[in-house]
């Protein structure tokens, strides 16, 4: 074929879509650190699933309109900074589609270049040996090779190639890939999504598959500590409703794929019976009309059913509009205990995420909305969310004024949120706050998920690392040994403070040791917090 249209582009997302996700628990595998935050892949097969599936419930076969709508549909459901880069090629590539019914080979090349500088431009500081230097290396042969009747089966092979040798190069451009011996996760994940794309051209139908991440100790961890929220979340609203499937949507409707689009509301307690074309869901919920919405994109709603489930009682007041608040704070954590923190030091609301759960950009976008007021601020307090919620703010920039603080940790996220005055301006307090991002360092106490030697430093699966900042400083089997470290690395004789977060992990007896020990070797004010978090045993704050 000469030319690709709009059906064919479908086909090509949709395999894509399969690819990367069947493929995903090997990205995330290419961590280069053996800390339990290997969600390269997820995070990518999330966001792409959430472009694919925008595409598979439109009904138009216009080529520009399906490129917009997974361009969408990766914008709001990107998550981390590859999900976010991810995003930004297919908004390239879209925005050269405008107006095209049907592209050849040197109109596709020209896309997936313009895709590249897009993504380029997204990056405040561009590192080469990425996701970006693949779709740029890959976009610039691609152009090379066009030409306008050549077949394009023949230019995308080239093009997965030029991609595929882009990716094996990049341990040369980052040395810590060369030193663990890996290729980016990013451009791996990309790799995936082209090669999906491949085989549509060339016809192939792949199924989707089950599939999971190597079975490890920080797998176990993150499942039992999803599991245990969802056990102990309490909803408000149990819905319960039908709908049929609308003609022409059979296709676009699995059980699996509904389920999954509620559960990311979040719901639980989640019940589907499908009966020729007629679905009955029973969920539980807080935001019973996003539930409804979720159905009614497949089809014509039936019989509704909305039951508070919670115990309060009241009289119904009169209808009052709230008024809108001229600053409010968002926060990312994970952990009860963390939460509670953040909650008491003026922030608003706090998404829950962190490190192995990145929000999308959605549950973002969500938050600032309803926190109803002027401007908002928001911590992200991980470096992988950072482009999430700068993307959040770009989403709202003609609604509401989205200040995003870079925090990249816990204890910077608290020490900000400190400095919050509700008596001065908001120059004042995003200067006051910006500037307490520097003045805490950060220590952390997390276990390794495979061998490995970094820095000279040898890793063992399963043992406790010490790390202090970004750097792994020991590795060892006690985690009380490795908060010691970690401590001894960060405090000094000008430490004032030293706030100690506990993880789930972490029994009495450890917490009073590890109390102890602070309390005994260094001349600090020691604030002692059940976080709660899960992966991370201790979290510690010094400033």
């Known amino acids: 074929m000469k030319t690709v249209n709009g059906k064919m582009f479908r086909e090509m997302v949709m395999t894509g879509a399969i690819v990367l996700h069947n493929n995903h628990p090997e990205i995330d595998a290419l961590n280069v650190f053996p800390v339990p935050d290997g969600d390269t892949g ?88 990425t996701i970006l230097t693949v779709i740029r290396e890959a976009s610039e042969a691609g152009v090379a090779y066009a030409k306008e009747d050549m077949e394009i089966e ?15 190069h990049t341990p040369e451009l980052l040395p810590v890939l060369k030193e663990v011996g890996v290729v980016d996760s990013g451009g791996a994940g990309l790799l995936l999504v082209l090669t999906g794309f491949l085989s549509a051209l060339a016809g192939e139908t792949i199924e989707r598959i089950d599939v ?8 176990e961890t993150i499942d039992r500590a999803m599991a245990e929220k969802e056990a102990e979340t309490k909803y408000d ?21 509904f389920k999954n689009e509620l559960e990311r509301l979040p719901s639980g307690n989640i019940k589907i019976i499908e009966d020729n074309g007629i679905i009955k869901a029973n969920v539980a919920t807080d935001k019973p009309g996003n539930a409804l919405n979720v159905g009614q994109r ?37 952990g009860e205990g963390i939460k509670d923190m953040f909650m008491e030091l003026h922030c608003d609301f706090v998404v829950s995420g962190g490190q192995t759960m990145n929000p999308a950009t959605e549950d973002l976008v969500e938050a600032i909305r309803n926190v109803n007021a ?62 307490a991002l520097s003045n805490v360092k950060t220590g952390q106490v997390t276990f390794a998920i495979k061998d490995t030697n970094i820095d000279g430093l040898d890793i063992r699966a399963n043992e406790y690392m010490a790390l202090q900042e970004k750097k792994i400083t020991a590795c060892m089997p006690n ?17 004032e403070v030293i706030t100690l977060i506990c993880g789930e992990d972490i029994t009495k007896e450890e917490k009073e040791e590890a109390k102890n020990y602070i309390e005994n070797n260094y001349d600090a004010e020691l604030e002692v917090v059940d976080g709660k978090q899960p992966v991370y045993s201790f979290i510690v704050g010094i400033e």
Do not use: W
Request: aromatic fraction near 6%.
């Open 42 to 129: 997820t995070n990518m097969s999330l966001t792409f699933t959430n472009g694919s599936n925008e595409v598979e419930a439109l009904e138009s076969d216009d080529l520009f309109e399906i490129s917009k709508k997974l361009s969408k549909g990766l914008l709001m459901g990107a998550r981390g900074n590859s999900g976010v880069i991810l995003s930004q090629i297919f908004r390239g590539v879209s925005k050269s589609l405008k107006g095209k019914t049907e592209v050849n080979a040197v109109e596709l090349a020209d896309a997936f270049a313009n895709g590249a500088k897009v993504a380029y431009k997204a990056v405040m500081r561009p590192v080469e040996g």
């Open 154 to 168: 023949d230019f995308f092979s080239y093009f997965v190639k030029a991609a595929n040798d882009s990716l094996d």
């Open 212 to 219: 999971t991440s190597e079975g490890n100790k920080a797998k």
């Open 237 to 257: 609203y149990q819905l319960e409703y039908s709908f049929k499937i609308d003609e022409g949507k059979e296709k676009a409707f699995t059980a699996e794929r």
């Open 298 to 334: 497949y089809g014509t709603l039936g019989k509704i059913e909305i039951k508070n489930i919670t115990e309060v009682s009241f009289k119904a007041p009169e209808l009052k509009e709230e008024p809108e608040k001229e600053v409010a704070i968002i926060s990312v954590s994970a």
């Open 374 to 435: 002027k401007h908002v601020i928001v911590l992200p307090n991980n470096s992988n969310i950072i482009m999430t919620a700068q993307q959040a703010a770009t989403v709202l920039e003609d609604e509401i004024d989205v200040i995003v603080i870079p925090s990249k940790t816990i204890p910077q996220g608290l020490s900000a949120c400190i400095m919050y005055n509700t008596e001065a301006d908001l120059d004042t307090n995003v200067a006051e706050m910006t500037e």
């Open 479 to 495: 985690k009380l040994d490795a908060l010691k470290e970690t401590v001894s690395g960060l405090a000094d004789e000008d430490s």
